[in-house]
Nanobody, 124 residues
Framework: QVQLVESGGGLVQAGGSLRLSCTAS????????MGWFRQAPGKEREFVAV????????YYSDSVKGRFTISRDNGKKEVYLQMSGLKPEDTAVYYC?????????????????WGQGTQVTVSS
């Protein structure tokens, strides 16, 4: 399996922007569909966005569509989540995820890989 390390989280005011990065280990990064999930305090982990193997297809949850953009750089073995128009309800631990098949929920992630998470806090 691939190992994933997230970075870029922090504290930002409502309306602000942040870019999360996820760096993968291993030599087959382009074999993985990559995505992001998040988990707010007291809530279940939820799907945020997914990007296909070479980035030609992207899919977002309704809650972030139009505000967040997922992208990847296979040469650098990295996936990114550009977040803009941040809201206090975006506050959560954000997790990078990888799997060789597409996924759209945590239930789809059996056999996949997770990063350790990075905290994003949006103040009002």
């Amino acid at each position: 399996q691939v190992q994933l390390v997230e970075s870029g989280g922090g504290l930002v005011q409502a309306g602000g922007s942040l870019r999360l990065s996820c760096t993968a280990s291993g030599r087959t990064f382009s074999s993985y569909v990559m995505g992001w999930f998040r988990q707010a305090p007291g809530k279940e982990r939820e799907f945020v966005a997914v990007i296909s193997w070479i980035g030609e297809t992207k899919y977002y949850s309704d809650s972030v569509k139009g505000r967040f953009t997922i992208s990847r750089d296979n040469g650098k073995k990295e996936v990114y989540l550009q977040m803009s128009g941040l809201k206090p309800e975006d506050t959560a631990v954000y997790y990078c995820a990888a799997k060789t098949e597409p996924f759209y929920s945590e239930n789809d992630m059996a056999g996949g890989s997770w990063g350790q998470g990075t905290q994003v806090t949006v103040s009002s």
